[in-house]
């Protein structure tokens, strides 16, 4: 890529931004030499890290390296035999311990959801003995532990009763010496036990003196009579150290025997930390995956450029297809030199492995390399104007597309309308160029005709270009040639103040006439600009003034139209809840009227019944009787009359006719009947006591429903001999629970959960799932195989299997329903 444009579009800022959320060291250096690629499939790879980091957080938001260390210095010197620093054998730890955390973290993540991720954390070694190692020999303050040899533990219990029978001999010599001493206190000089002795006391204490105080009164004197013991404790020191030394050195030579693989895992840590920081960073700018191509098209919704602060206006962008050159007129501080970078940046980021701030379904194009020539770089050093300055750099880039061209990529000149066609869009030259104020800074009939040159340039090599300008010529230029496509930064006359909203398709105007007579510049004034202007100048201008209209007027058009079907999508829904709703009070009603018939024709035939006792004990009169019996008719007719709610559709022409002419009557066992809320046909099999409940086979199962979710359709006539299916006893419809995906039975006895298994089946089936899980355990083997027996002749099961081994395996049956 080249350098100077990845400087002007401001790439290392960025990368400096993904750099902080980095944890270590090793993994910031990786973020800052991230370069863009020019290579798609690399580039889609690198995205898909990135995505598949951020779903990780996601699930682990404490998703991390540790306390990772770059250790690669600490392993080259530990495999040249040197010796590491307790110091440094805690870094060696703590990374060895990242290596293992990042490593089962990432093997326990499903590999179809994560594979690049999955992959990588196989490839991280774990060297477990290693951490076992450094915490038997370090503690965690950096010191070598008792265990770390039978020799350290006993030389260090030698010293700990050499030291404590060199003090209690010093106490005493305290209390001996008495008023010699200028105080009575033990303390250290060259590592040696020493007393305080007043200076012109000195002789009355047989000794050696390691050192006097600043002012001389003070001598600290070793008593002869402890110059053994400290001897002896000195040497036990010595020998301690020395015993710490071999043991750093051979933890040391195991470290270096392994420094490969930890150099492998600090680097594999490292590209996992990297890819952490590119999804945290996404994340925090609320940036999204672009999908990419390499055929030059970009098509950015809302994007914002990501080093912008504040209130940021978001820019959509596209080009590619029918036009690949944009040229960006309009006002100054308008947003142009802002659309310019935000393209190039976002192509950058996007090349690198990084979500931009854009909306979803944002699509970016690969190049192999990025041009920019945006700002005043105008050098006082090197004597160049602000026109000499941009046209060094464009000079610069132009010659970078002919060198390309001729160490390879194939010369299309000619080729445009091809292209235009769909014709060998394959063979432009993946290049971008950005060109900010094209052709400024000298004289304006000039730089106009040097900038349409250069334009023409880039159009017949079919450079994918972006160019921002003030001159009315390439707005012409740009609405005449093919390829090519005006666009405009949006001014408000009444605020007079830019919107920076971008709009393709339209060329921006000049607005300098119209910002002077809005401030209140003298009208006659304004006129004589407008004939200094010429009628081509005017005619442009109240073109372009005419075309923002128009298009003002379409987009507020679109927008009450958007408004006015949003309105009649709310009014339909609304509809069809109150729809639902009246549905609902009707069924509810009817259901209600029907159960007073029936209570009321229940009281009836209690009366009818008493009625008919009476009549053995007392002469009734054939009237009396004969009312009672016409009460009970009535109320049967009544009954009768009430309509049935209906939860689904009838069937039309020669079905309907059966239903009418079948549904006469009362319900009779051995009926063929329809079960509405399955719209199913299934045989009447018996009824409960009340008759508000009835027993139905439809297919392989025998379920329990609501007498009113029944359709009479005909009496069945069974033939001889005929067997009924097997069956399967489940609860009504209206009773139907919530079935989890899985039955874990672990630690149950066989007959419970036999029992258990065969509600869980009918429960399941019952709520159209088509497979379940049934965790039995591995264990003695007898409740697997008690359940796969009962499975194996079960209506409803299909067929049965193990589960994967990173499932459960045998511990785990997975079984397909038939239903």
């Known amino acids: 890529m080249h350098e100077k444009s990845i400087l002007t579009l401001e790439y290392p800022k960025i990368m400096a931004k993904v750099a902080k959320e980095a944890a270590f060291s090793a993994s910031k250096e990786l973020v800052l030499e991230l370069q863009p690629t020019p290579d798609l499939q690399e580039a889609r790879r690198r995205l898909a890290y990135t995505t598949e980091a951020s779903q990780l957080i996601d699930q682990f938001p404490d998703a991390g390296v540790g306390s990772a260390h770059d250790i690669r210095a600490l392993l080259v010197r530990a495999a040249r035999e040197g010796v590491l620093s307790p110091r440094d054998l805690l870094e060696v730890l703590t990374t060895a311990q990242s290596a293992i955390y990042v490593g089962r973290l990432l093997d326990k993540l499903d590999a179809e959801a994560f594979p690049l991720l999955h992959s990588l954390g196989a490839d991280i070694p774990q060297r477990p003995h290693i951490v076992r190692r450094i915490e038997e020999t370090i503690s965690e303050e950096g010191e070598v532990l008792d265990t770390a040899s039978p020799t350290l533990r006993k030389l260090r219990f030698d010293i700990r009763g050499a030291n404590q029978r060199l003090q209690d001999r010093l106490r005493t010599l305290v209390n001996e010496f008495g008023n010699a001493l200028q105080e009575h206190i033990i303390t250290i000089r060259n590592d040696r036990y020493v007393v305080p002795v007043k200076a012109e006391n000195r002789g009355q204490v047989r000794g050696i003196v390691h050192d006097q105080s600043s002012s001389g009164a003070t001598v600290f004197i070793e008593p002869m009579v402890v110059v053994e013991l400290n001897n002896r404790l000195r040497q036990l020191q010595i020998e301690e150290r020395q015993e710490i030394e071999r043991i750093l050195r051979v933890l040391s030579l195991e470290i270096g025997h392994e420094a490969e693989a930890l150099k492998a895992a600090v680097e594999l840590l490292a590209e996992f930390d990297l890819h952490l920081a590119k999804a945290r960073y996404g994340r925090m700018t609320g940036s999204t995956e672009p999908r990419l191509n390499d055929a030059g098209r970009i098509n950015l919704h809302d994007a914002r450029h ?6 940021v206006v978001p820019i959509s962008f596209h080009l590619g297809g029918e036009f690949f050159m944009v040229v960006i007129t309009g006002p100054n501080t308008g947003g142009k030199t802002v659309a310019l970078k935000t393209v190039g940046l976002l192509t950058l980021m996007a090349q690198a ?25 105008q050098s006082i050093e090197q004597s160049l104007s602000t026109f000499s300055s941009h046209l060094s750099r464009i000079i610069e880039i132009l010659r970078s597309i002919e060198a390309a061209k001729e160490s390879g990529t194939p010369d299309i000149r000619g080729r445009l309308s091809e292209t235009l066609a769909g014709k060998n869009a394959h063979q432009q030259p993946r290049v971008l ?3 900010d104020e094209l052709g400024a800074g000298t004289d304006p009939s000039e730089g106009s005709a040097l900038a349409r040159a250069i334009l ?12 921002t300008t003030h001159y009315s010529e390439l707005k012409a ?46 009208d006659r004034i304004i006129e004589r600009g407008r004939e200094f202007l010429g009628s081509a100048g005017v005619r442009m201008e109240n073109l372009l003034e005419g075309l923002q209209s128009e298009r003002k007027a379409v987009e507020d058009e679109r927008f009450h139209l958007n408004m006015e079907r949003v309105e009649a999508e709310y009014q339909r829904k ?6 639902h709703r009246l549905e609902e009070q009707r069924v ?28 053995s004990r007392v002469n009734m009169t054939r009237e009396r009787l004969g009312e009672a019996r016409q009460r009970v008719q009535d109320l049967e007719d009544k009954v009768t009359r ?15 006719e059966a239903i009418s002419e079948a549904s006469q009557g009362p319900l009779k066992i051995g009926d063929t009947v329809r079960v509405l809320s399955f719209g199913q046909n299934a045989e009447l099999l018996g009824l409960s006591a009340d008759r508000s409940e009835a027993d139905v086979q439809m297919g392989p199962l025998r379920i329990r429903v609501n007498v009113d979710n029944l359709e009479r359709l005909g009496k069945r006539q069974p033939a001889a001999g005929e067997r009924a299916a097997p069956s399967v006893v489940l609860p009504r419809y209206e009773d139907r629970p919530e079935v989890a995906m899985q039955l874990d039975m672990r630690g149950w006895r066989v007959d419970a959960a036999l029992e258990e298994l065969e509600t869980y089946l009918n429960d399941a089936a019952m709520s159209g799932m088509s497979s379940v899980r049934i965790v039995h355990g591995k264990g003695t083997g007898a409740l697997r195989a008690a359940v796969r027996e009962h499975l194996a002749h079960h209506p409803l099961v299909k067929s049965y299997t193990s589960a994967p081994p990173q499932e459960g395996g045998d511990g785990v049956t997975i079984v397909k329903l038939s239903v």
């Open 477 to 522: 230029f740009a609405h005449e040639q093919p390829g090519v496509v005006n666009a405009s930064v949006e001014f408000d006359i009444e605020t007079l103040s830019p919107t920076y909203r971008l709009s393709i398709g339209l060329p921006g105007r000049s607005n300098a006439l119209a910002i002077a007579n809005r401030l209140g510049l003298d």
């Open 574 to 579: 609304q509809l069809e809840e109150e729809r």
């Open 456 to 467: 023409t340039f880039l159009l017949e090599r079919h450079v994918t270009t972006v160019a």
């Open 353 to 377: 492995g990084l979500h931009i701030p854009a909306e979803e379904f944002s699509e970016v194009a690969v190049f192999e390399d990025v041009f920019a020539d945006i700002g005043d770089e």
């Open 642 to 656: 009430i309509p049935e709610p209906r939860r689904s559709s009838r069937r039309a022409g020669a079905d309907a």
């Open 433 to 435: 160029v950005l060109l």
């Open 306 to 311: 990501p080093l912008l602060t504040g209130k």
């Open 588 to 615: 509810k009603v009817l259901n209600e009227a029907r159960a007073q018939a029936a209570r009321e024709l229940d009281e009836v035939r209690a009366s009818l019944a008493k009625v008919k006792v009476d009549v």
